[in-house]
């Protein structure tokens, strides 16, 4: 039996509304994060390390001029004095140019070295993995390059162009160069006094580079627990993906292998993702399938059955028939035979029918139409070829369109069966009322008679395929007891219904046909 329509539209609402918790979202959440939080930390460490070398520029240049102040005006002994003193205590080196770019003092030629720039080829394995990462950061981050810091073997100040710009300029200037082993050199030069003499420190900002890398590491660290937990939640999801696909995977495979009768799939009804859509849907298909095969095998037993009495009729009238020499009787044979053979063909064309409406309203393409124009077209052509056998059909309907969608065709076999129905059950010269309404968002077309009526326990019953309950005046065999359930069919595949109601009038029966309002 087909879906009901309010089943069907929750089906309809259930597989097209947007799921609570889409998969795609959480796949792609859970694999995006770590990647995110790398790309962050990246641009926070660019960021972090270009704020510490501008502190660093700042206090590069306050302390070249607070020393060129300092070595203004100063004998050669303070000056070289103070030269050590500050490049001591302040890690630097402490270079001063004359007005002719000679050097001349050096603060580490004056006393030992306060710092020396690390070694990176007797450096330890971190060391260099430390240098390898910083070369990726800057890659990945785009950070431009600084030149390579050396000593020159020109000792004049020609060789340091911010010297010379100082020079040039009157004003301090700051240059960024990297030592052999990756860590910021910053230098600053700096006039001193009025006569043209100029001032050049040098400092190797390890301090830089080791807070980057300390920060770094804890970026890392963070990474590494984020992709551990996405590594964690990515296998979770994917066991609540896989498992619930192989069990409805297997359940199709038992399925198709004919044991449909065993399985059972599960409806996963507390899931709103799309696996629990996945599998309400393949739990209705397999259910509309063993319906499908149920009414397929229903229908077979009930063609073979509804064939073979007139069949058996036919056969015992054609053996009969050569055996008898009286007119009267062969003509009765004869009569019974033709009966027989109206009957089969009416069966015959009936089922085949009844077999083929599905298929073919599945790829019919609807259109607008009035619904109480066409009942009235489809009454007015009845009483035309007098098929109402004097029974009188009235129609009720509203002042307004009643516009439905469907198949004009289709919809005028419904009329057909249910006028056919109403004047087989209503008395000779009795009334057949045809009420056409609007009641919400339907149309209704209720077919009232003055027959015998519809007993409460048969109501659904007289829908079955070949349901044989016809009046005792009826000839037998004059209808092949499809017209209802064809009707049915049709009124259901247009997403309405048709059922029997309680008669207006309390007498008789009243079928009522009930399609969305276009």
Known sequence: MADSPGEQGWRRRLLTRPPGSSLTTRILALNLLPLLLLAGSLLFLDSYRRQLLDERFKLARIEAQITAEALAGASRARQNALLIQIGKEQRMRLRIYDANGQLQADSFALAPPSFTFGDPVAAPWPQDFARWLDRVVDFVVGSPSAPDYFEPADLSANAWPEVLRTRDQGLTQIELRVAPDRTPVITAAAPVGLHGASLLTTRNAT?????????????????????????????????????????????????????????????????????????????DMTNALRQRIDSVEMFAADVAHEIKNPLASLRSALEFLPRVDDPDLRAQLMDVATHDVRRIDRLVTEIAEASRIDAELSRATFEVLDLGTLVENVARARANRAQDAGREVVIERDSRALLISGVPIRLERVIENLLDNAVSFSPPGGRITVSLTHDGDQVRAAISDQGPGIPEHLREKVFDRFHSERPVAEDFGNHSGLGLAIARTIAEAHFGTLTVEDPPTGEGACLVLALPAA
Do not use: K, N, W
Not at 222 to 241: D, E, G, K, P, W
Not at 257 to 266: D, H, K, L, N, Y
């Open 207 to 283: 301090d830089v580079t080791q807070a980057v890398r300390d920060a770094r590491t804890s970026m890392l660290a963070v990474f590494a627990v984020a992709m551990t937990l996405s590594i964690i939640l990515s296998l979770y999801l994917a066991r609540t993906i896989i498992d619930p696909l192989r069990r409805l995977g297997r359940a199709a495979v038992r399925v198709r292998a004919g044991r449909e009768r065993e399985v059972e799939v599960p409806r996963m009804a507390e899931r709103r993702d799309e696996i629990g859509v996945l599998a309400r849907a393949v739990s």
